[in-house]
């Protein structure tokens, strides 16, 4: 159950290039299993930090890894990659750059020999970057993407997914093309939508703005991004991304000129059209509305009073019901709130009778 | 400090024409201020619910309301604003559709009196709809849009605005094209763009969305919402909506070209204009990142152990900290959670302090 208790499957040194986010999380989460991990970074200071918080050691000359993982920044991805290559010929090679065929490109382009080169993606991240905000739980849960080629061994793809699955993560086999039309599709264009949406606020009077509720501030919530990480990104991936864009606005112009006449034949319907779509859309991501489906959400009233949230979960204690995450509803000045628990499904039924006798009013749970 | 606490600001009956969301959310916070308010409905089921559960009286035929509040859907506003000021002269009679001009408009064409006549918007609503959702609280801290005119006498807005703040609401004063253009921005065209890049997923292969992760979660979490209502709304407020669309047209079109062309002089620019762009957007928003700017921030670690929030929330107890909302930031699996307990500014020492005393590790704190 605990990671402490697993044995790493990934084998002997792993070299990691790049001590920010996602190289000192991978770190932090291979030492966990007991794997010596090597870490290397252009910046002093970076690595420093990822060592002092215990994401591994700092690599040394005479290294000599079974695994190399770059994570650098996009623009010098495939220099590292080449550089690595070259200096490890025994040790598999990948990366984690949320782009894949460019990479792969100016590799080949230069005659770099990639038969132990495997591009990988893990799908997660943070809000915060840096070595400092690294955790060794963030690629729990996610999909690893894993580009093969007809030149991979099975013995290297083996590592490759090695080290997905010792991070909790789950390897996804895709082609280049399809990964980079995927993360145009599900990344790199709703951040666009959402730095466009919200750039239409920046000459918006005070006065609009203050009306501004929950459904905008998640539409745009992304629009804070950092410019310089995205520049890269979407000029890598440029084409995949101009694909999505265009029929973006295909979709918009015929929104636009349906509500341009809203009482023109078929205008209503045009509208209708393009809201329904989106709920069927919306409906195919996965945990949508943020909720995880591996848990059960019971959602229990809970008075607004100090003490009260931790009686409820002192008496979830009691009953052996570990809380796997938690939201709670509650509008100052209300006399109460509601407290939506997850629980594993084996636990539900443990938590409503045992709240149930205990008192408490049981709003609703995820199998009503 | 409670509302029970509180003397209503209100006179005399109040009147609300419609129970479902918002009718009976207005019904209960003016019940609970001791305020007589009459209910009315075509819906017998969605009346007896509102009624039943504490939103107010079933009206009667001889009230003599000083405040009507008509709460129906948009395309029935303007009719039942006409019937409402013949049957009730005497009275205010203030509406809550969520487009102000269209309505106005259509009871200018009748000729209708409109000296009594006052359109407000209050900017709540949750993602359940009916009066069985219905919340006192909702309207707190929420803006309440108020649209005089000319002909408003100070006495009749004085009504109005007394509403707003009995609900906890803050009144703005708008002119109706203002206001139509301000939810235009900040709501009506938020919901085309998270409908429209959602639609964007119904024909996308499996695999690509296996890769969505929160930021597109978010992005298009509004994507949810009901075609029929919208279909009302957008129609109603086509004007403005159509103007921000082509704004929007415009500037994806711009960022669109840049990719076409990512080595063009000029067009990496552009791209990192448009996230730049959103940066300054987003940073305008009120409330930004969902955060409740009235609440401080407390991060702590929990273990991954049942009965770990339960101690920390009974200790917050007996620290006397009241805990107004919580996130709990967690991955299954993983050997600890990060809690985000917000509580008001003045606890939040007490609540560092004493949660430190306890042996608690503090993360941060929003004052970090």
């Not at 920010?20 to 002093?44: E, N, W």
């Not at 690595?47 to 918080?53: E, G």
């Not at 070259?86 to 782009?99: C, E, K, L, W, Y």
């Not at 938590?351 to 009503?368: C, F, H, M, P, Y």
Request: a negative charge; one cysteine or more.
């Amino acid at each position: 159950m605990s990671a402490r208790a697993r044995a790493a499957r990934v084998q002997g040194t792993v070299r990691i290039v790049g001590a920010g986010l996602l190289g000192a999380s991978i770190g932090h989460a291979l030492t966990a299993l007991g794997v010596d991990v090597a870490l290397d970074d252009t910046s002093p200071a970076q690595l420093r930090l990822a060592v002092d918080y215990g994401a591994g050691r700092r690599a040394e000359a005479d290294d000599e890894p079974s695994l190399v993982v770059v994570a650098v920044p996009p623009d010098v991805t495939s220099d590292v990659i080449e550089r690595e290559l070259a200096r490890f010929p025994q040790a598999v090679v990948t990366d984690v750059a949320s782009v894949k065929l460019e990479p792969l490109r100016a590799l080949r382009d230069r005659g770099v020999d990639l038969t132990h080169y495997i591009g990988s993606h893990p799908l997660a991240g943070r809000e915060r970057g840096g070595a400092i905000s690294a955790r060794a739980d963030i690629f729990i849960g996610r999909p690893w993407v894993v580009c093969r080629d007809d030149e991979t061994s099975t013995g290297d793809l083996a590592v490759v997914e090695a080290l997905a699955l010792d991070l909790g993560a789950t390897p996804i086999e895709m082609s280049p093309e399809e990964h980079d039309r995927a993360v145009a599709l599900v990344s790199h264009v709703p951040q666009l939508v959402a730095s466009l949406l919200a750039g239409r606020f920046v000459e918006a009077p005070d006065g609009s703005l203050s009306l501004a509720g929950q459904g905008v501030r998640d539409t745009t919530r992304i629009a804070a991004s950092a410019p310089e990480l995205w520049v890269q990104i979407l000029g890598a991936n440029s084409a995949p991304v101009v694909d999505v864009l265009d029929e973006l606005a295909a979709d918009l112009a015929t929104v636009a000129d349906a509500l341009r006449s809203p009482d023109a034949p078929g205008a209503r319907r045009a509208v209708a059209d393009t809201i329904r779509r989106g709920n069927e859309g919306v409906e195919r991501l996965p945990g949508k509305h943020g909720q995880n489906r591996r848990f059960e959400q019971v959602v229990v009233m809970v008075d607004d009073t100090p003490g009260q949230l931790g009686r409820l979960f002192g008496e979830l204690g009691e009953l052996d019901v570990n809380v796997e995450d938690l939201r709670l509803e509650h509008s100052p000045g209300a006399q109460f709130g509601l407290a939506e628990i997850s629980v594993v499904p084996r636990a539900v039924r443990r938590a409503v009778e045992g709240l149930q006798a205990r008192g408490w009013k049981i709003a609703s749970t995820t199998n009503d």
